[in-house]
T-cell receptor, first 116, second 117 residues
Framework: AQKVTQAQTEISVVEKEDVTLDCVYE???????LFWYKQPPSGELVFLIR??????QNEISGRYSWNFQKSTSSFNFTITASQVVDSAVYFC?????????????FGGGTRLMVKP | NAGVMQNPRHLVRRRGQEARLRCSPM?????VYWYRQLPEEGLKFMVY????????ESGMPKERFSAEFPKEGPSILRIQQVVRGDSAAYFC???????????????FGDGTRLSIL
């Protein structure tokens, strides 16, 4: 069975601070995919990143970076120099390769509030 | 190049009525997924469909909920005799067929917010 845990339900930071959102996952599969999505107050889901289990290289995209550690089953997300527009709920998700389909298992989300 | 289209964006129903939520997948996508997001929670998988087939409905409530993806037209999630607890955001996602053994990423619609009075 697959499971995703986002232990931080809510984080509040002041603009320009760096912030890391934690994600820990459980799976029995050796091949799987990890995702991060952003859900702004308007409610839609914005895709941020997809990683497969064989690619442990960290990724940086502008102010966003992701740290994938298979040894600790974690896929943490860091926002550098946070901005008010980063305020949103962020979801980590997992998809196993050998599902009949590739349905996603989501964590409970972390609400990030960036104050000016 | 339209993304996944869901309508309506907002739907209000009274207890006991029926709710119909529509999802048109991206062009070329033959796989559709429905997820439910209860207030202040993450998304939970409900059902996975391909054209004219339900592949996995392990996340669907056993009663009152049904889904279809006909040969022509959008996928429909139907909730009969709605109750207050059905109030949630319902998201649809679509993906193309798998390539070899590699599953393809899902693209999400903007969701339908269902409110039950």
């Amino acid at each position: 069975a697959q499971k995703v845990t986002q232990a931080q339900t809510e984080i509040s930071v002041v603009e320009k601070e760096d912030v890391t959102l934690d994600c820990v996952y459980e799976t029995r599969d050796t091949t799987y995919y990890l995702f991060w999505y952003k859900q702004p107050p308007s409610g839609e889901l914005v895709f941020l990143i997809r990683r497969n289990s064989f690619d442990e290289q960290n990724e940086i995209s502008g102010r966003y970076s992701w740290n994938f550690q298979k040894s600790t089953s974690s896929f943490n997300f860091t926002i550098t120099a946070s901005q008010v527009v980063d305020s949103a709920v962020y979801f980590c998700a997992l998809s196993e390769e050998n599902n009949a389909g590739n349905m996603l298992t989501f964590g409970g989300g972390t609400r990030l509030m960036v104050k000016p | 190049n339209a993304g996944v289209m869901q309508n309506p964006r907002h739907l209000v129903r009274r207890r006991g009525q029926e709710a119909r939520l529509r999802c048109s997948p991206m062009k070329g996508h033959s796989h559709v997924y429905w997820y439910r997001q209860l207030p202040e929670e993450g998304l939970k998988f409900m059902v996975y469909l391909q054209k004219e087939n339900i592949i996995d409905e392990s996340g669907m409530p056993k009663e009152r909920f049904s889904a279809e993806f006909p040969k022509e037209g959008p996928s429909i999630l139907r909730i009969q005799q709605v109750v207050r607890g059905d109030s949630a955001a319902y998201f649809c996602a679509s993906s193309p067929p798998a390539i070899g053994h590699s599953n393809q990423p899902q693209h999400f619609g903007d969701g339908t917010r269902l409110s039950i009075l």
